[in-house]
């Protein structure tokens, strides 16, 4: 199996080297998995001068899952958009036409002293917030910065066609029927036409899931609800832009964003239909003020890799055992800065893999 590693910028490489350690000692002999990394981000400016160079979109579209660690840094503000180490990460999602955006968050109860909200509110936290990816503010044209009457103006623009929304609601219908069988869809109908559209298009294809209990929310309602009752949660579907915003706020629930996996899955990823490579990355960003100090949380980045194993691998138990083993390390004690509380271990990014990898061997 090929596995495109693109650890990028920051703090990404330091958490990648710990969870493709992770995969690899989960594995061991019994699948041969081919591990060849390729620069991205900043680090593909640095590497070919643009943030997606082709060879690494080449080894992306012919791998079988890609791991992906952080973009980001001191030109994140540059004018040239297509310099920005961000703007790799989007072309790459759009290339592959990764449009589900899967971010579970899920309280460990190890870490319930570690979110900032009450024990009462956070106890059994188990949400999937699952973000479109390809349209929305994000793609939409037109764009930019022009000049009215000797004053700029900004325009970006918020679309989305019938199909696109169609697309995401039926992933996210079928995952609620994995789960606990609720979908809450989160738009702002009451004030853009696009989200009119949006609620309109997941309430008709809703009548293909009469087992899964449909409600909607506007986005300011679910922001404040997230946080003033976040266990009646199971599944949120939600555009780019508002999936975004949500998915980080929810981080606070876990205790950390360093603890929040995702898996970006298109067609044929996870997703029925023609095969193409899920992209597995940490919700975190780069973090360049932390870079290279060893103090990163890795365990998002970890957990990512069991989402890999589990939709584009076809591993479900060597995935479990990593979840295992994230748990084990956690009951005991290991802690990194971000989660660190008084009477746990404080440890550093590399030591907290080794600990990971230890525990895989009691987590059966």
């Known amino acids: ?15 990648t080297a710990q969870s493709a350690r992770v995969l690899r000692a989960v594995v061991g002999n019994r699948v041969d998995l081919r591990m060849e990394e390729a620069p991205i981000g900043q680090a593909g400016v640095d590497a070919a001068g643009v943030p997606l160079p082709g060879a690494t979109l080449a080894l992306a579209q012919a791998a079988d899952a890609i791991l992906f660690g952080a973009v980001g840094g001191p030109t994140d503000e540059l004018p040239d958009r297509s310099k920005r180490p961000g703007s790799g990460l989007l072309k790459l999602r759009k290339s592959l036409s990764l449009f589900a955006n899967f971010r579970p968050a899920v309280l ?12 009462d509110v956070v106890a059994g936290v188990d949400m999937l917030i699952l973000r479109e ?11 930019g910065v022009h000049l009215e009457n000797g004053r700029r103006v900004g325009v970006n623009t918020m679309r989305y066609s ?6 995401i609601a039926h992933v996210g219908f079928q995952a609620a029927r994995q789960r606990r069988g609720k979908l809450c869809s989160v738009d702002k109908a009451n004030v853009l036409e696009t989200m009119q559209l949006w609620r309109d298009v997941v309430t008709e294809v809703s009548r293909e899931y009469p087992d899964v209990a449909l409600t909607h929310l506007y986005v300011d309602a679910a922001s404040m609800m997230l946080i003033r ?6 599944v949120i579907v939600t555009g780019n832009v508002f ?5 980080d706020a929810a981080a606070m629930l876990t205790g950390s964003i360093g603890m929040l996996p995702s898996a970006s899955l298109g067609i044929g990823a996870g997703v029925a239909g023609a095969k193409v490579p899920g992209l597995y990355e940490p919700v975190h960003g780069s973090a360049p003020d932390i870079a290279g100090r060893d103090i990163a949380n890795p365990l998002a980045s970890v957990l990512s890799a069991a989402m890999m194993l589990r ?21 005991n004690g290991y802690r990194t800065a971000d989660i660190h509380q008084a009477g ?3 440890v550093g990014t590399a030591e907290m893999g080794d600990a990971v990898v230890k525990a895989l061997d009691f987590a059966t």
């Open 344 to 346: 746990t271990r404080l």
């Open 162 to 167: 019938e199909d696109e929304v169609a697309r």
């Open 229 to 234: 009752a976040p266990k009646q949660f199971d």
């Open 311 to 331: 939709h584009s691998l076809g591993l479900p138990e060597e995935a479990l055992r990593i979840e295992r083993a994230v748990r084990a390390v956690l009951a």
């Open 133 to 143: 990816l390809n349209g929305d503010l994000y793609f939409g044209e037109p764009r």
């Open 1 to 15: 199996m090929k596995i495109a590693i693109l650890p990028g910028d920051g703090i990404g490489p330091e958490v």
């Open 243 to 247: 999936g975004d915003i949500l998915s």
């Open 108 to 119: 460990f109860p190890e870490l319930i002293g570690a979110s900032t909200l009450r024990p």
